[in-house]
């Protein structure tokens, strides 16, 4: 036999990489020439890859360009509903310290806490205009792939044609590109009903003027909804009404959207969200089993009752205890609670029952 050497074993290494190269090459192939959903062998032979390269070929499956466009919108909403849910609470945090009996904010030897709350609001006001256009972007990406046919009249029936949505968007080309509107603090005390109030207003002759200087990007046929609105809105415009307003009606669209996309119809898309889930609880499987397989062999496994916090809620354990310590069905419940994607299987299953049943009894006080 030849001598074993380094020389050799890189040569034979080079040659297995060449094969398992080869084969994933054909497994690309066929997934990308594959009718939805995968067949289950073909499916299996992707799940069995290392994560990097079931998600490379993945890229060719049917439904990975709707995937990706829908991940991307996604994000993106989750950003744009984060953005509103701050600006509006930093307005409530502003009203309840201008409105507390103990407010100085106002006190000309405290203007550096109101004018950090100005700059708050003008940062909040700034990334959620932006965000409202990154979210109609990646909607249009969305729907440039798969045109769904009630877009255009979901539009008009949620967002209105009163012009809210063409003035939001209209905020953001001022703020980003023109002109930084600043917001101003507002305080109101009707003595008809004793309500007080306080929010942050933007001006809006002030909004006028920048319209008035960039005619080529506000004052085209398509602002004619956007110039109305700001016609017709009060000479302070209370930026809590305007985006309280909006959020409701953004909610109502984008979740008409994201039940369109999680539709049955869309076969493709469902079988390449699959596919993904299934990688994840292969994954994770093979991690738990190699964790707790490791564990049962130790001559004292540890004991999985102090790792439960971790993974479950304080109601979960005050249900978890409520069953018998260490039964199956108490197992069967702590494996319900952590295990949300369905990854565990009978075996794994039957090394959890087996690690509990080795716990020890619990610590008397």
Known sequence: MPQLTRELLNELWARQEEREAARREQIRQAVAASAVP?????????????????????RDHPGYALAERRDSYLTSLAIMEQCLEDLLAAICVFENAALSEENTLFNPNE???????????????????????????????????????????KLEE????????????????????????????????????????????IQKDVVLRVIAAAPERFQRPT???????????????????????????????????????????????????????????????????????????????????KHLPRFLSQSQLD?????????????DLIISYMDRNNACDDALRQQAYQLFERSPPPERE
């Open 319 to 331: 249900e978890t205890y409520k069953l018998p310590r260490n039964s199956k069905p108490q197992v």
């Open 38 to 58: 995968l067949p289950p062998e073909l499916a299996q032979a992707v799940i069995n890859l290392n994560d990097k390269y079931t998600r490379a070929i993945l």
């Open 158 to 201: 949620t967002f209105g044609v009163d012009g809210l949505h063409d003035f939001v968007i209209a905020l953001r080309v001022m703020l980003h590109h023109l002109h930084m509107v600043e917001a101003g603090w507002n305080l109101t005390h009707s003595f008809s009903d004793g309500v007080r109030t306080a929010t942050f207003m």
């Open 223 to 305: 602002d004619a909804a956007m110039l109305a609105y700001v016609e017709t809105a009060s000479d302070s415009i209370d930026l809590r009404a305007v985006f309280n307003d909006y959020r409701a009606r953004m909610a109502r669209f984008h979740g008409w959207m994201t039940k369109e996309l999680a539709s049955d119809a869309l076969i493709a898309l469902r079988d390449y969200d699959r596919l993904i889930q299934e990688k994840v609880n292969s994954d994770q499987r093979m991690q738990w089993k190699a964790l707790i397989g490791n564990w049962l062999n130790w001559k004292s496994s540890p004991d999985p009752h």
């Open 111 to 153: 203007n550096d806490a109101l004018s950090r709350f100005e700059r708050q609001i003008q940062k909040e006001l700034f990334a959620t205009a932006n965000a409202a256009a990154s979210l109609v972007d990646h909607a249009r990406r969305v729907i440039k792939r798969h045109p769904l046919p009630e877009f255009k009249s």
